[in-house]
């Protein structure tokens, strides 16, 4: 099952330490790496994750695994790079069988990872957690792993200074650092799992740009991902996963990202659903939520909100973005009544709510979709149709003088999982047994039942596959074109340009740029949501 390699490129040249430089001549540390995955079956008690999985990735290539959430794709990189053993079938390395025990193992064979979030300590620089993963016996001398580490970060235009402090490092920045720890320490196949979810734009191409240079040199790469115009712009063949099955490997070339959702689903899904360039009438002139200096302080005294200030109309879709940790979670949770602010006001529906409890806003019309679902939206503990009731659950027909009303409460369950398309065994099944995407819907369908006058989002489809997502979007859309006003928090810029009226850029805890309808675009967001603008 070994794939040729590549004849095209130049490789790459690995010395006694396994670390890695493009140069022309011969690869010294072995050929250019190909890996093919055989057979490979895995459960985890009743759910088959991954079933008869086979593909090969060829030598010097960019290879994108795409699939839902629940199609099997973290399982099987896991067991690539030795996180999980399989139950069935094995990985074949430049044609040889390869079993690991570790990660360890795995990057002793020159396979390497980069993890959707960064596994650096914030306050070492990038050459001392370089050395931080480096076995003690073998250590490098510091100001020689600096050195080399100054060599591969040019050659592979990485644009990293090894003394550089770690929390000091944007973003891009990080994810470029764990590329070059994986090369210094030897990878020479690289896996890089959701690589862009909170990259700028301008960061995605100078990404893009690495893995270029990458794969020109002789590194093969494998790509996990949902953002399929990006498998398009930087693949060179696609491994589409579904139910845990391989549904077909395609060269990149041949296919596009309508074929991709359609193989992805098992039917046709609009990749955008937004209308919202149409011309039309807010619901009211009169704002309903208000937000003037508002400043929030962390328990340190750090300001991570700063004297920001904005309006939401009825009838409109007001995202608030940037890139993740510029005081986006802080501002929410001021609004929501989850954090206290330190000054400024909040005004909803002409009343000041500053010092209002949570509860009050929320009797007052306000509903909140939060980022993470599972510590702050479910309690998976209890059953769907508790989850959906949550909110409800005191008010009539489905509580009389304090006796619960089950036959109300099943049905109000019953409609909202239809009409949200829960996929759950039955109402009365636990939420532990729902996929991510489906405990998304549920708290989406009991938010939006609440049928709120202001409804925050926070990463509404964050983590949830094309159809969920598909759904949520159309819902907030809905929603809004009824007179809702929605205030949407994301990260994802696609979905901000897909769905916002405005847009309101975060930098530093500061509004660094605001944008309407008709300016907003992922490289203009990008540019405030790296403090470039204003």
Known sequence: ????????????????????????????????????????????????????????VAAGSVHAVVGENGAGKTTLMRIIYGLYTPDAGHVELNGERVFFSSPRDALARGIGMVHQHSLLVDSLTVAENVLLATPGLGRPPRQQTIARLHELSEANHLHLNPKSLVGDLSVGARQRAEILSALFHGARFLILDEPTTVLTPQEVDQLFEVVRRLREGGATIMVVTHKLREVMAISDQITVLRGGRVVDTVPTSTTDDHSLVRMMVGRDVPLRVSDAAQERSLASPEPLLEVDALTVRDGAGVARVQSVSFRVFPGEIVAITGVEGNGQIELVEAIVGLGPSTSGELTFAHKRITKWSLSKRRRAGLAYIPESRLTEGIDSAISVRDNLILGHHQQRPYNWFGVRNLQATRRFARKLVEEFHISAPSIESDAATLSGGNLQKVVVAREVARSPRLLIAAQPTQGVDVAASHLIRSTLLRLRDQGMAILLVSSDLSEVCDLADRAIVLYNGRVFGELQREDLSEEAIGVFAMGLGA
């Open 1 to 56: 099952m070994q794939v040729p390699p590549s004849t095209s490129r130049s490789p790459l040249n690995f010395d006694a330490d396994h670390s890695a430089t493009p140069v022309s001549g011969v690869m010294k540390g072995g050929p250019v790496p190909s890996l093919a995955v055989c057979n490979v079956s895995k459960a985890f008690g009743d759910v088959r994750a991954n079933e008869h999985v086979s593909f090969e």
